[in-house]
């Protein structure tokens, strides 16, 4: 069974920065795309992030583009995003997300993405 631990959340001042880590168990990893996602309270999840297998192709929101970077270490099983230049409308519960295959699906809401971790807490305070 695929699990996936987030980590890394917390408080943050607007302008700061923080990483994400989400470690990941019960397949290889190296064979899957893997993503970040959203969820602010009273809102819709929503893409942040994804990465295809290899780690050569990333795709960001808008919102969040050259800001935020997805990267991988296959090696560690561990998909990792740092968050730059925070804003307080970054503010929510971030969930990395595992799809069933080697890439991502830009034309899916949730871009092929098929197994969630639990998620983690992000505050940004103004």
């Known amino acids: 069974q695929v699990q996936l631990v987030e980590s890394g959340g917390g408080l943050v001042q607007a302008g700061g920065s923080l990483r994400l880590s989400c470690a990941t168990s019960?397949?290889?990893?190296?064979?899957?795309?893997m993503g970040w996602f959203r969820q602010a309270p009273g809102k819709e999840r929503q893409f942040v992030a994804a990465i295809n297998w290899s780690g050569v192709n990333t795709r960001y929101a808008d919102s969040v583009k050259g800001r935020f970077a997805i990267s991988r270490d296959n090696a560690k099983n561990t998909v990792y995003l740092q968050m730059n230049s925070l804003k307080p409308e970054d503010t929510a519960v971030y969930y990395c997300a595992a799809s069933t295959g080697p890439q991502y699906v830009p034309g899916d809401p949730y871009y092929g993405m098929d197994y969630w971790g639990k998620g983690t807490l992000v505050t940004v305070s103004s």
């Open positions: 019960g397949r290889t990893f190296s064979n899957y795309a």
